[in-house]
T-cell receptor
Framework: SQKIEQNSEALNIQEGKTATLTCNYT??????LQWYRQDPGRGPVFLLL?????KEKRKERLKVTFDTTLKQSLFHITASQPADSATYLC????????????FGAGTRLAVHP | GAGVSQSPSNKVTEKGKDVELRCDPI?????LYWYRQRLGQGLEFLIY????????KSGLPSDRFSAERTGESVSTLTIQRTQQEDSAVYLC?????????????FGPGTRLLVL
């Protein structure tokens, strides 16, 4: 069955540094991959979608890469700020022709001043 | 504009009781999804609505779980005879269309605790 793995350990970095989060998947060839941000006590918020034919996508300080050979996506936040502290989830669509997603457990990012 | 809302925000119930969780999607969104998030785990897909029909109920854990949607708007997830393993955050999301690529907008969730 399809499986998504994200680093369960929290990532602690200093303000201003680049945070890099990893999403690996197995038994699957998704047409796209999404990244979400989730704050404590809140629902996930969509950040970026990258398609299988795109190697890289950027949005402001965010950058996502998608390597379909390695079955891996990297999520980067440059010039990180304490406000970026949250849990970041990756999600892949299951088959079915509609937007049925499976989510990783997420990686918690803590940016320290 | 208003986002997805869910009620109640928190629910504590005793084992064996029934609970109803409500989701109000963004107005005009035809697709509605229910997910469950256990502590420290990813979101699990439960059920998907297109309009008022549910083409995919494959994620419902057991026949104690049911959901309906009326008026192509509000949806209710009902859990009968709750068990302690039902304790989780139940999240609802909606999207304008049910097709792939569409952004899903999530509500804040209902935190259910079964004692």
């Amino acid at each position: 069955s399809q499986k998504i793995e994200q680093n369960s350990e929290a990532l602690n970095i200093q303000e201003g540094k680049t945070a890099t989060l990893t999403c690996n998947y197995t038994n699957y060839s998704p047409a796209y991959l999404q990244w979400y941000r989730q704050d404590p006590g809140r629902g996930p918020v969509f950040l970026l979608l990258i398609r299988e034919n795109e190697k890289e996508k950027r949005k402001e300080r965010l950058k996502v890469t998608f390597d379909t050979t390695l079955k891996q996506s990297l999520f980067h936040i440059t010039a990180s700020q304490p406000a970026d502290s949250a849990t970041y989830l990756c999600a892949l669509p299951l088959s079915g022709g509609y937007n049925k997603l499976i989510f990783g457990a997420g990686t918690r990012l803590a940016v320290h001043p | 504009g208003a986002g997805v809302s869910q009620s109640p925000s928190n629910k504590v119930t005793e084992k064996g009781k029934d609970v109803e969780l409500r989701c109000d999607p963004i107005s005009g969104h035809t697709a509605l999804y229910w997910y469950r998030q256990r502590l420290g785990q990813g979101l699990e897909f439960l059920i998907y609505f297109q309009g008022n029909s549910a083409p995919d109920k494959s994620g419902l854990p057991s026949d104690r779980f049911s959901a309906e949607r009326t008026g192509e708007s509000v949806s209710t997830l009902t859990i009968q005879r709750t068990q302690q393993e039902d304790s989780a955050v139940y999240l609802c999301a909606s999207s304008l269309l049910p097709t792939q690529w569409e952004t899903q907008y999530f509500g804040p969730g209902t935190r259910l605790l079964v004692l």
